[in-house]
């Protein structure tokens, strides 16, 4: 296998392990009450506003978010699932990793503030969580990753054999 087919194919395995994640982490969500209507999504709020979101967030967080917490909860649940079925089918990677790119920047800047005395260096390592998958969510968006170990290809050519156009 030559080096090309090998990063390509790297590049479809994380996707579709990140994918996986956000299955994991969205059907709990999706399947369960507790995120989303008996107060998980608010006490994470409460959590980040009080302790963690960085000092501009932390006005969206209590004057938005709280006031509109259901709403939001269900749209993080879902959110988090399709973001995560796309990717592991391999289905509108782009805008699937657009949408878990903007995600995961509102979880850094809500929760992953080390403070006004931090040093420089201290940003990213509290950032970890969540940059590191912003990271890839870039990678995936501007990457042709949704080509290979994917159900894209077969629809394109369904949808080609029919007729209706895929774009």
């Given at each position: 296998m030559d080096p090309t087919q090998r990063n390509?194919?790297?590049?479809?395995g994380l996707?579709?392990?990140?994918?996986?994640l956000f299955l994991i982490f969205g059907e709990y969500k999706v399947f369960g009450t507790e995120f989303t209507l008996h107060g998980g999504f608010e006490r994470w709020i409460h959590l980040f506003a009080d302790h963690g979101a960085y000092p501009f967030m932390v006005g969206v967080l209590r004057d938005f978010v709280l006031p509109h917490a259901r709403l939001l909860a269900f749209l993080a649940a879902y959110g988090e699932f399709s973001i995560g079925l796309a990717l592991t089918l391999g289905i509108l990677v782009r805008t699937a990793s657009l949408f878990g790119l903007i995600f995961m920047l509102s979880l850094l800047f809500s929760s992953?503030?080390?403070?006004?005395?931090?040093?420089?260096?201290?940003?990213?390592g509290a950032s970890l969580s969540h940059s590191v998958l912003a990271l890839c969510f870039a990678t995936f968006a501007v990457s042709n990753s949704g080509r290979t170990l994917s159900l894209s290809p077969l629809l394109r050519a369904k949808f080609a054999r029919t007729g209706r156009h895929t774009r």
């Open positions: 390509t194919l790297a590049l479809a996707r579709i392990a990140v994918g996986v992953n503030y080390p403070g006004p005395n931090a040093v420089f260096w201290q940003y990213f």
